[in-house]
């Protein structure tokens, strides 16, 4: 076998070990899944009356629980960053890692385990997502290809957050920290984006900040597709925010890696025990 099939099937394993996780500690999906669906029931049915109202042409004479879903989809992916972060952060401090180091295993399958569980969890949690918004009266015109697009979005913002809560559950000293650190992007983001009403709508500051940070393109990218608007070039720019995140990700975490191979390194060799002088 080739150093690259090794590799896969290191990484493969790590997967199959981090999705048995989820079935062992179920409220991992859970509550990937409870967090945008009570979003979605509060904004909805108590405060999407007077916010659908003041929508205008925003919503294209839709009701608000379709201006709504795309951004609650964001949302779920969003929710994902958390266990991702814990799950990471316990396995580099829980001793974990040295029983992987110990063993033949590929570099990094590790963290390529937790990256491609989370995707797949995550891509499970947005499923029940958007049955759920079905319930409640979403009704999506997209075509089939539109949903081919708006499920490759998902996948890569989901790959590319997944990466983002692998590096902070890296660096974090605890998994009160870690969890701790993906709490911007679970809520502070997508509040401070057009997920729950347009951009347009706020104050210049925000407005300004909305219309330069990753999830507003992502959202209005998901709003273009499912509801049969132009699309234009936003989706690209999801794309390339997506790109950044995960690239500016892998950076940090190969420099952490590197960063704590040294101090390993350090550690063993201060402790190793002196020869006695003949």
């Not at 049955?131 to 996948?155: C, E, K, N, Q, Y």
């Not at 969890?179 to 401070?192: A, E």
């Not at 347009?200 to 998901?222: I, N, Y």
């Amino acid at each position: 076998m080739t150093a690259l099939t090794l590799a896969i099937h290191d990484a493969t394993t790590m997967i199959g070990r981090e999705l048995k996780h989820t079935q062992r500690f179920p409220l991992l999906l859970v509550g990937t899944i409870m967090v945008p669906v009570v979003m979605l029931l509060l904004f909805d049915y108590i405060l999407g009356g007077p916010i659908g109202h003041g929508l205008g042409n925003a919503a294209r004479g839709a009701p608000y629980v379709d201006f709504l879903v795309p951004g609650i989809l964001l949302m779920t992916v969003a929710a994902s960053c958390g266990p991702t972060a814990i799950n990471v952060n316990t396995d580099m401090t829980g001793g974990i890692i040295d029983r992987i180091r110990a063993m033949a295993v590929s570099r990094g399958a590790l963290l390529a385990g937790h990256v491609g569980g989370s995707v797949v969890r995550t891509l499970a949690a947005t499923i029940v997502v958007t049955g759920v918004a079905v319930l409640v009266g979403f009704r999506a015109t997209a075509s089939v290809l539109d949903w081919f697009a708006v499920v490759g979005i998902l996948a890569a913002l989901s790959f590319a957050l997944a990466w983002l809560s692998a590096a902070l559950g890296l660096v974090a000293k605890s998994v009160a920290g870690a969890n701790g650190s993906t709490l911007p992007i679970q809520f502070l983001l997508p509040f401070l984006s057009s997920t729950f009403v347009p951009a347009d709508s706020m104050p210049a500051d925000v407005r300004w900040f909305a219309a330069h940070q990753p999830f507003t393109p992502v959202v209005e990218s998901l709003r273009a597709l499912l509801t049969g608007a132009p699309v234009g070039s936003t989706a690209y720019l999801a794309l390339a925010w997506c790109a950044a995140i995960a690239v500016t990700s892998a950076i940090t975490i190969s420099a952490a890696c590197s960063r704590n191979r040294r101090v390993t390194r350090r550690v063993t060799v201060a402790t190793r025990p002196s020869m006695p002088s003949p």
